[in-house]
T-cell receptor
């Protein structure tokens, strides 16, 4: 039973549009993460948060931004989508202690 | 710093054959180790994890992995492959109190009928 939810699952959008990918978790986890993944490829950390009002950029530079106003909510925004942003975006959360992530089902974004 | 190396980006086995996916890690402190599975167009699902205790860990779908400290390995095995095992598999490492997991590059498992 998924306790972390991503919407939408699939999104096709035109170049230049502003988009927000939603991620919510019901487990009360402080730590949340966004990964970008191209098909059949490794995971790249683009943003993470260790709690409310805490956000950091990850290992892969991204034009997206994130916010963490509530513990359960960690949305990702692209102000102006481009075809190079076409990818799968995965959200994850973790309780304290390093005991592993729970992942959402992902959002597959296509920018045309 | 911690790191993970998965040997073989693509592994192909016949249905009913042994599945062996290799994972080696680097860590200066006792590691926590994980295997995740990803089906097409899905997120990652935890297969199994090792934190402390018994070094042979059993997971879902008949998979198991053994933590071998002397070999810095955490290989994933399944005695008999099923067509439904075809997926991408990721090994990951962390440690007590870690803020993030470190993932390997992933191994795509293909099952031949």
């Amino acid at each position: 039973e998924a306790d972390i939810y991503q919407t939408p699952r699939y999104l096709v959008i035109g170049t230049g549009k502003k988009i927000t990918l939603e991620c919510s978790q019901t487990m009360g986890h402080d730590k949340m993460y966004w990964y970008q993944q191209d098909p059949g490829m490794e995971l790249h950390l683009i943003h993470y948060s260790y709690g409310v009002n805490s956000t950091e950029k990850g290992d892969l530079s991204s034009e997206s931004t994130v916010s963490r106003i509530r513990t359960e909510h960690f949305p990702l925004t692209l102000e102006s989508a481009r075809p190079s942003h076409t990818s799968q975006y995965l959200c994850a959360s973790m309780p304290g202690g390093g005991y592993g992530y729970t992942f959402g089902s992902g959002t597959r974004l296509t920018v045309v | 710093a911690q790191s993970v190396t998965q040997l073989g980006s693509h592994v192909s086995v016949s249905e009913g054959a042994l599945v062996l996916l290799r994972c080696n890690y680097s860590s200066s402190v006792p590691p926590y180790l994980f295997w995740y599975v990803q089906y097409p167009n899905q997120g990652l699902q935890l297969l199994l994890k090792y934190t402390t205790g018994a070094t042979l860990v059993k997971g879902i779908n008949g998979f198991e992995a053994e933590f071998k400290k002397s070999e810095t390995s955490f290989h994933l095995t399944k005695p008999s492959a099923h067509m439904s095992d075809a997926a991408e598999y990721f090994c990951a490492v962390s440690r007590q109190g870690a803020q993030k997991l470190v993932f390997g590059q992933g191994t795509r498992l293909t099952i031949n009928p």
